[in-house]
């Protein structure tokens, strides 16, 4: 059974660091890995979709890499800014979707 | 409209209640999904559509019931609910390959919070 890992929970970082959300992953058997953004009480935003065969995707001052084999992956914010606050969550495909519990960002002005 | 839209937002009912989620999408896709996230727990999958044919429901209690009456609309029944089922009820959509494959980016409504009484 596929078990999704987020690393930390919670983080805070004052505005304009760069930061790193990790995500691991038992079952390197995956089609794709995609990163969310989740703002309180609301629904996930897709950020980043990374293919088995892709190693990184970029949009923006986001930048999500992927080892299959090693079952991490990471997603790189660059200028965080206070806008940026939301929970992050990663999401796993292999025969189900299995989803992270989260990263829980605090950028602070 | 656009993306994937859920109504209600907001819902209170009383464990004899019967009520209804609806979820619908307008990106084309041929797979829908309702998630149950619940506070300081990993969302659950809960029903997944794939070309109109329900594929997984996850052991997921009798009183709630999916209905798929078309490859844009998803309902959620709920019938005689429990205090431990009010969560965020999300809906989702994508494109998938094939039967069987659900390996689409997904893409989410912004959720019907659901308290039971």
């Known amino acids: 059974k596929q078990e999704v890992t987020q690393i930390p929970a919670a983080l805070s970082v004052p505005e304009g660091e760069n930061l790193v959300l990790n995500c691991s992953f038992t079952?390197?058997?995956?089609?794709?890995l995609q990163w969310f953004r989740q703002d309180p009480g609301k629904g996930l935003t897709s950020l980043l979709l990374i293919q088995s065969s892709q190693r990184e995707q970029t949009s923006g001052r986001l930048n999500a890499s992927l080892d299959k084999s090693s079952g991490r992956s990471t997603l790189y914010i660059a200028a965080s800014q206070p806008g940026d606050s939301a929970t992050y969550l990663c999401?796993?495909?292999?025969?189900?979707?299995?989803f992270g519990g989260g990263t829980r960002l605090m950028v602070k002005p | 409209e656009t993306g994937v839209t859920q109504t209600p937002r907001h819902l209170v009912m009383g464990m004899t209640n019967k009520k209804s989620l609806k979820c619908e999408q307008h990106?084309?896709?041929?797979?829908m999904y309702w998630y149950k996230q619940s506070a300081k727990k990993p969302l659950e999958l809960m029903f997944v559509y794939n070309f109109k044919e329900q594929t997984e429901n996850n052991s997921v209690p009798s009183r709630f019931s999916p209905e798929c009456p078309n490859s844009s609309h998803l309902f959620l029944h709920l019938h005689t609910l429990q205090p431990e089922d009010s969560a965020l009820y999300l809906c989702?959509?994508?494109?998938?390959?094939?039967?069987?494959?659900?390996?689409?980016?997904?893409?989410f409504g912004e959720g019907s919070r659901l308290t039971v009484l």
């Open positions: 990106l084309g896709h041929n797979a």
């Open positions: 989702a959509s994508s494109q998938n390959p094939k039967r069987g494959a659900d390996t689409g980016e997904l893409f």
């Open positions: 999401a796993v495909q292999g025969n189900m979707l299995t």
């Open positions: 079952d390197s058997a995956i089609y794709n």
